[in-house]
Structures are given as C-alpha cells and as structure tokens.
C-alpha cells in the first residue's frame, strides 16, 4: 500500500501525466500516451477474457465497470486491485521478477490478470444483502480514518474484502496456476521445496493467528508467507475435499456468510482451525514422503560457510581475501552488501541497499581486479546504480533512475552489462567507464526477456536465462562483437523443458556454465559443457541449491535453502547418475480432481480491439468524476457531539477527490451560529483546498486536544515531491489558510486569537531518510529535516517565524531492534509584535483519547508531556529531546484471526526546552516521560494503536506537574 500511494504521489506531480484511455463495455483502460499504447490491445482482450471466467465460475456481476491502469513506474512487473470504493487494478508493466521461480512462468501480463481479477471477481462479488447496503450508502465504501464508522460500512458493503491476507492471496494463486494450464506456484517447486525444507529441519508451521502475527512481519519471506500459506492450504482443500467446494468457500451466493470463516465452516462442515490442523498433518506425512524418496539417491555433502542468511542476492567470491560478498536481507538488521570470512563465517557490511526486493535484495556485479562492488538501489522503483569498494567502503552514486539491473562485470573491457525496462520492455545495454551513461546493445520484442547475466572471462561472451513471450526459458548464449552490432540471435540455446533456468555463469576457464533448475521438482545445480552441449546434474539436494559460483580449484559456492533462509556452502561439482524426485501436491491435485484441467483461461485474442471501443481520447480526471458513496457520521465541534452526512467524489484513479459533510451539533451550550456545520474539501494533482463553516471533527468528541474552529476558513494548499528515491524523500508543501470569526488561535485551543480575522501562509522544505530492518515497528536509523517558515496576518500587522527541525538516529547494535534518536526543534518571530500570533505554544502529550494522528505525538515541537496544553509560550525556543526506543514484544498468538495483538513498543524520552534562549527572558523547561504503543490489527487489514503515556514536568528546578496520557489511534 505504501508503494501503490508514493507512485500515485509521484504520478501526481507529473500534471495529467500524458494520460489516455480506452473504454469498451468492461473496461476503462488508462495508459501512458504514446509509450504504452502498443500494448492496449493485448490488455484489453487479456482482461476480458479474465473477466468472463470469472463471471462464468464465481457468477460475479460488476458493481461498475474497472479501470485498469497500465503504468511503467517500477521496473520490477506488479499489479494490485482495490473494491472499493471502485473497482481499480493497477498494473506496473515491467517485467515480473521471479527469483526462484517464486512466480508463474506465463507471459506476465496473462498471469497478473488471471490473479487480480480473481482479487476483484471474490470481493466486490455480492448478493442481495450486500447490494441493499450498496444502495443505502450509494456505493461501496472504503475505511476512512476521518470517519472510522466507514470501516463497518466496509464490512457492510465489501464483506469478503475483510478477509486475512493469506486467504485472498492462497485463493489468487490457486485459482491462477488452473487458469494459466497449470503454470502457476500451486504446482511450484518454490513451494515445495519451502515446506519440505521445514519438515527436514522440525520447523514449526504457522497457525492462522500466528501467520498473521509473526509470519507475515518477521519471518524472512515475510508477506510472501500469505501466498505460501495460503496457496497451500487451499491446494490441499481441493486434494482432500474438492475444487468445486474451495470454489464454493470463494462465492459469495445467496444464503451463503459474509464472514470467510464462518462461510468456510458452511461449505466444509468444520472450523477452519480444524481444517488447518488436518492439513499441516497431512503436509508433514507428505513431504517426509518426499524426503525420503530423494534420500534412495545420496545427497551431496555441503559445507556450510555460515549460518543462514535471509534472502540473498547473487553472490562473489573475492579469493585474495577469502571472503564471500553478497546482499543480505534479513531480521534486525538493514538491507545490505554484506563481505563474509568464509573460513569463520564472520561478516561485515560494505554499504546498506535502500530500496530492497524480497528475495534478490538488489543486482550486484564484482569488478575483482580493483575491489569493486556494483549494486542497484530503488529496486521496487526505478532503479540507480551505486558502487562501493571493498576495501574503504566509499560508496559512489553512478546513475540515477537509469532503470538498469541483471548487472554483470566484463573484465576485459572493465565494463557493465545489464537489462534495462522501459515501456514493458527489456534491453540489453553497456555501462563503460566510467559508469556515468549507458548505451543501448539490443532492445527485446514485448514478451522475451533476459535476466541472470554474466560475461565470459574473455569477455567474448554473454550468458543470461531468457523467457519467451509463450513463458518458455531457456539458457542463451550471445556473442558480445555480434551484440554490438545490434545482433542479438544467441550462438546456443539450451532447455531445460518445464523448469525456469536460473543463475548460470561461466566457469573460470570459460569452458562450462554452471546454474541451477528444479528440472526433478528440487533445485539442483546443473553443468553445462559449452563444445558439446553436453547437460549435467552436479548436485543432489534435499531442499534445493541456487546460484552457483565456481571457483578456480574446481569447487562450488552456492545458497542451500533453510527454514530461516538462504545458506551458503560449499560443494564439490560431481556428475550424478540418477537424482532423486518428488511428488507436487498440485500434480495430485490434477490426478485426482481433472476438473482443475478444464479451468484454462484462452490467451488474448488477436481481434480487432476497435470493435469493441465505445470511447476514447486523452484521460483528464475531473472529467471522469463521480460519486464514490455517502454515508451518515458522528461529529464532534468543541466537546459538543451531533449528526451529519458526508458525500465523496473521485476520478476511477482517484487523482482527483472531492468530500462534502454537513453536519449539526444541537443545544450543548453552543450558540446558534456554531450548530450548523459545513465542509468541503478538494484534492486534484498535488493541489489541496477546503471551505469549512464552523469546522469540527469525529474526534473532538474524545478530547483534550480540540480541533473546532469557530467561524468560516479557507485554506489552499500545493505540494511538490522534489525527490523521491527508495527511502530518501524531499518535498515542497505550501499552504494559505483564511480564518475569520476566530475566537482561538487554529492550534492553540487555550489562547485567544486577538482578532477575528487571520491570513496564514506557510511553506517548507522537508527531507527524511529513514530506514528500518525487517520486523521492525518502526523506523530505527536515518535523518529528516525541516526548513518552513510561516506568515501570519491579523489586526493589521505581519508576523514572521521560521522553524528548523533535525532528527536523527541510529540502531543499539546490542539490542535487536531498539534505537536512539535525537530530535532538536528551533523556533522564532521576527519584530516585537505582542500579538497572540507571535508566539509558539507548547504543553502536554496531544494525543486525544480516540485519534486518528501520529502515535507518537510527544516527538512534535509543541509537545510537552508534564505540562497543560498550551501552557508555555514563547517568542523564540530551543527544543531538545532524546529518545530511547527499546526492543519491542512480538506476539504471536494473542487474539483471533480478526482481531489480535501485533506488538508492544516502549520507549523512554527526555526533552528540554529553552524558551527566549538569546534574550535576558530566558527560561528553561523540562520533560521525562515513557509511552508504551501497543498495536492492534482489526478485521485483516487495518492497524489500531492503544498508546500509554506519562510524564513530568519541571520550570526550571520546580516541578509542574505529571501528565497521564491514554489513547487508541484508529485506522
């Protein structure tokens, strides 16, 4: 989700974007203008004929007809599908990445279809229930922290969304693999080799609960464990019961439960956790099965070089220093190159890898003659090319968003090869030195794609594992003078029929290629001798063996798959007669239920797509508006609670939204002018704008903090991303507001505005660089930094204050987890105006007992924690504050599927305040205090934190107060 709205932020800033589309009777089809038109046709007749199976199979009506957005803002291929409020289906058309053959081998464009729509085709799906609810709020509705009684709204109108992650994602990946003609991870030797590789090792299996909890947020594959999880799961429901009936658990018929639980228990006739129990059961007896089929065959002797990693990227060897250098990912630690003594498996970190894919971590290359290390950053981006040596550790940025990843060094040029994607489609290109431009060697029809390369010692040749448009692979070799010729036909081609060649590289003499395939079902290590062609077994593996690295006195580097990851070893590379196979739990599934065999999608027809145009021209977004819903809310206006409606707008892509509210607030003491509330807030492109009339909010009605504002505001507002990269943000925000009928400063609830009208304008630049290893809560190193200054005008006069702000932190290495931060704030106004407006207020938590803003309020400069809201002013301050974030706990199985704890989050901080520091008035504040977050996730898919908090205060020596703080942030 973070992804998909820094993409469309960064879409934003872009104006309209060169937009297009195309609408047909099932599909508004949004693209880039002209670069992704040539692909228009084919997602078109893709789509719907994704569509028609699922209304065939599923009896799915939609609710309106989807916008599908094809998109080129990531080079690495992803889709993603929201119901609500409209139905909307992203799409990156990059090439997928599937390290591992963690994802199907079909052409990808195919596959991604097949498996969102069965996204769309089991959620927005509805019977007479959901589409009375539909009609009562005018449309489906999404969770808006706003109004958090959208979220039973949602559940009312989009039931089968409010599903766990594993059961959506098991369902989308089941149900693809038949879609595709068995293509697809339910018949994946990725899967397999996950599961028997637990049952080698006596690794515990998650639970529903514990999946959620832990499995999706600390293990290594983390998210990926929904698809594993789930894909499995539901394969074996359709081994042990039926297809028909997981199809039947997905549908959401008459009669049947809006819950997936309680629908599971319907058409099953047991609890689900029952079902779970069996199936891990039976998962056990099956891959035991399996192991010991492979063990009639001996395995190959492995020596281990450490312990297990995480997710890897490619790996080196630099054998003057005996080190292995590879990307790690792992738990506790940020992404990054690590070098690794293998003789002691002692590692160190060469640089940190911002912007991190799952399994590959990033694309490295190895310049051994000069110690060079050659990585990608911005990999779920568009990628940048950094360098790092060895020996210093000095990084160099190279080329930014050049787009360009698959790195290989060539040696006898001293140059990189690598793949670039641009417009759905893959070239070859040559880097030389001094890395700082590229040029394009061969660009690739829409479908072949190249990854996995490497250069020949000689640098006479090129070896990269290419997919055809079909989704065939094979292993290609090129002749490096002919591709600089623009030739790009390889000197030899190689097969490894159903099985995904992955990782080959040259010997050292030249001679062989060695990679890896699950041509038996389980990822061995293959040789292949290039003068005869001839195809070798080297290895045989009880879970797998990936991405060979062969070394000069005969033997093999290479990653050996465990439960906590990826662990390299050593092995001789020994020729295998006969190697061990198994059984796929999808193969059975075909055998024993063929109806599976019948599901096949057709591939895009080549018709003409105008046939079926009834509109097209350029996409501009307030033309397309139209009303998402409207649904009744609570609202609160200065501790006075009442009634109110509110109405919602947008575009399909939601570049453009507009929200309407009235509401009342009758009796409670307020005046007649103040019962009578009106909103309306706009966003199109960056721009922001609001009219309010009395303006209130929800969560007033849970003070202290009050955000009621008396009389009419107008505020406008325009914010730029100058700089979006991986982890690194800079952006320009700009705001006017227009107040009159004040009565209180707007964020200063306690103080008097001193007039009735109020001009304030603000701009700033803000800078942040913050990063956190896998299973954090939080972030735990980096820095962000502010610059604004703001305008206020009010009885005549003109005051102007500016703000500085720095925080930084760092990692306590003893500790996994926990961090140390410095957080400093600077404030002052320029003139001797005594106006309210003059002065910084600062005094308690701010947390409201129901919110909906940051956890941890106490960080921001006007909080003071010990102190009542507002208590403190000051004309000009200094404030100083330090934190200590400590390990957090971790549940694991601590509630229900639907509702549970996540974690639990101390932290300790100490802040200062100097107020006046650089005049006579001078007067110093102080602030200790801890606060304990506890997160919640409600119904799959939402987050809720209950938050602790105290404190005291000092005046200089005296004591003011102690502060108890009690909150739960929603949505």
């Given amino acids: 989700m973070a992804l998909l709205c820094a993409s469309a932020s960064h879409a934003a800033e872009l104006g309209t974007l060169g937009l297009s589309y195309v609408r047909t009777d099932d599909v508004l089809l949004v693209h880039d203008e002209p670069e992704l038109t040539p692909l228009v046709p084919h997602a078109a007749s893709t789509f719907r004929n994704a569509l028609d199976w699922q209304r065939r199979v599923f009896g799915w009506i939609p609710s309106d007809r989807t916008t599908l957005w094809l998109r ?22 990059a090439p997928m990445a599937s390290p591992f053959e963690t994802a199907p081998s079909a052409e990808r464009m195919y596959s991604m279809m097949n498996h969102e729509l069965v996204h769309l085709g089991t959620s927005d799906v509805a019977n007479s229930r959901d589409r009375f609810w539909r009609r009562v709020f005018l449309g489906k509705v999404s969770p808006q922290p706003q109004h958090p009684e959208s979220l039973l709204y949602t559940m009312l109108t989009v039931p089968r969304w409010a599903a766990p992650r594993w059961q959506l994602e098991g369902a989308a990946v089941f149900l693809e693999t038949w879609m595709g003609g068995g293509q697809g991870r339910a018949q994946g030797g990725y899967d397999e080799m996950v599961f028997r590789a637990m049952v080698r090792d006596g690794a515990p299996f998650y639970d529903p609960l514990a999946l959620e909890t832990r499995g999706t947020r600390s ?20 081994w042990a019961k039926s297809p028909q009936q997981v199809l039947q658990w997905l549908r959401r018929d008459e009669g049947s439960q809006p819950d997936y639980a309680a629908q599971f228990a319907q058409v099953f006739e047991l609890p689900l956790n029952d079902a779970w129990k069996q199936w891990i059961a039976d998962e056990r007896r099956f891959q035991q099965a399996n192991l010991d089929a492979l063990r009639q065959h001996p395995p190959t002797p492995l020596r281990p070089l450490s312990g297990a990693l995480g997710s890897v990227s490619r790996a080196f060897v630099d054998e003057e220093a005996g080190t292995l250098i590879t990307a790690v990912r792992t738990r506790g630690v940020v992404d990054h190159i690590a070098e690794i003594n293998m003789r002691t498996g002692a590692a160190r970190t060469l640089a940190e890898v911002q912007g991190a894919t799952m399994y590959d971590v990033t694309s490295l290359a190895w310049d051994a003659k000069h110690k060079r290390v050659f990585f990608t950053t911005d990999n779920q981006g568009l990628r940048s090319l950094w360098a790092v040596e060895a020996d210093t550790g000095e990084r160099t940025a190279l080329l930014t968003e050049a787009r360009i990843g698959e790195l290989a060094f060539d040696p006898s040029t001293g140059s990189l090869l690598g793949v670039r994607h641009e417009a759905g489609l893959a070239s070859l290109v040559r880097i030389p030195y001094p890395y700082r431009d590229w040029q394009t060697l061969y660009t690739f029809d829409y479908g072949t794609v190249p990854r ?11 070896v990269a594992s290419v997919s055809d448009p079909g989704g065939d692979q094979f292993v290609q070799v090129f002749d490096m003078g002919r591709l600089r010729e623009g030739n790009a036909e390889p000197a030899a081609r190689f097969s490894f029929g159903q099985a995904a060649p992955e990782g080959f590289v040259f010997s050292p003499d030249g001679r062989h290629l060695y990679g890896s395939a699950y041509y038996t079902g389980v990822s061995n290590i293959f040789r292949i001798e290039l003068a005869t062609a001839r195809i070798d077994a080297v290895s045989n593996a009880e879970t797998g063996l990936f991405r060979p690295t062969p070394r000069p006195d005969g033997t093999l580097v290479a990653f050996e798959y465990t439960g906590p990851g990826f662990r390299p070893v ?11 196979t198994i059984r796929l739990l999808g193969a059975e599934v075909a055998q024993r239920h063929p109806v599976v065999k019948t599901w096949q999608v057709p591939a895009a027809r080549t018709e003409d797509l105008e046939s079926l145009v009834r509109q097209r021209g350029a996409y501009h977004s307030a033309e397309h508006l139209q009303l998402n819903n409207a649904f009744p809310v609570l609202f609160g206006y200065r501790e006075a609670g009442g009634l109110g409606w509110c109405a919602n707008f947008a575009d399909p892509l939601t570049l453009t939204e507009i929200g309407l509210l ?16 009106l909103e309306a807030t706009a966003r199109h492109l960056g721009w922001s704008a609001s009219l309010a009339w009395n303006k209130g909010s929800f969560y007033d009605l849970f003070g202290p903090t009050l955000r009621g504002t008396r009389g009419f505001q107008a505020t406008l507002g325009r914010d730029v991303m100058l700089l979006y990269q991986s982890t690194q943000r800079l952006e320009l925000r700009n705001k006017l507001a227009w107040y009159t009928g004040l009565e209180t400063l707007p964020g200063a609830q306690n103080v008097a505005a001193g007039g009735s009208r ?13 990063r956190r290893s896998l299973g954090a809560v939080g972030d735990e190193k980096g820095v962000s930094a502010s610059a604004a200054l703001t305008l206020s005008r009010t009885a005549g006069r003109v005051v ?24 400093t704030a600077a404030g002052g106004t320029a003139g001797t105006d005594t106006l309210a407006v003059s002065r910084h207020y600062f005094g308690a938590f701010g947390n409201n007992w129901v919110d909906d803003g940051t956890v941890q309020r106490y960080r921001e400069p006007g909080s003071l924690p010990g102190f009542k809201i507002d208590e403190v002013s000051a004309r000009s301050y200094v404030r100083q504050m330090v934190e200590l974030n400590l390990p957090p706990m971790v549940f694991q199985s601590l509630g229900r599927p639907d509702l549970y704890l996540q974690s639990l989050r101390p932290a300790v901080f100490a802040a200062g305040l100097w107020t006046e520091p650089f005049v006579g008035d001078r007067r110093r504040y102080a602030s200790l205090g801890a606060q304990v977050d506890l997160r919640i996730s409600v119904l799959h898919w939402y987050d809720m934190t209950l938050s602790l908090g105290g404190a005291v205060g000092w005046k200089g020596k005296q004591r003011a107060g102690t502060e108890w703080m009690l909150s739960l942030k929603v949505l």
């Fill in 72 to 93: 080129d803002l990531s080079d690495n291929g992803n889709a993603r599908v929201t119901p609500a409020p409209r139905n909307l289906y992203q799409m990156d058309v």
């Fill in 219 to 238: 293990d290594f594959q983390s998210g990926a464990n929904a698809y594993l999880y789930g894909t499995r799961f539901l394969t074996w429901l359709a």
């Fill in 452 to 462: 996995d390369l490497d250069v020949s010692p000689d640098g006479t040749q090129l």
């Fill in 570 to 580: 050593a092995l001789q590379p020994q020729t295998v007669a006969a190697l061990g």
């Fill in 662 to 677: 009235a509401a009342v607030t009758p009796g409670q003491g307020l005046r007649a002018g103040e019962r009578l509330h």
């Fill in 758 to 770: 109020l001009l304030l304008a603000e701009t700033g630049l803000y800078y942040s660089d913050l």
């Fill in 800 to 823: 102007t204050q500016p703000l500085l702000r720095l925080d930084a932190g760092m990692p306590l290495g003893g500790w996994r987890h926990a961090s140390l931060w410095s957080r």
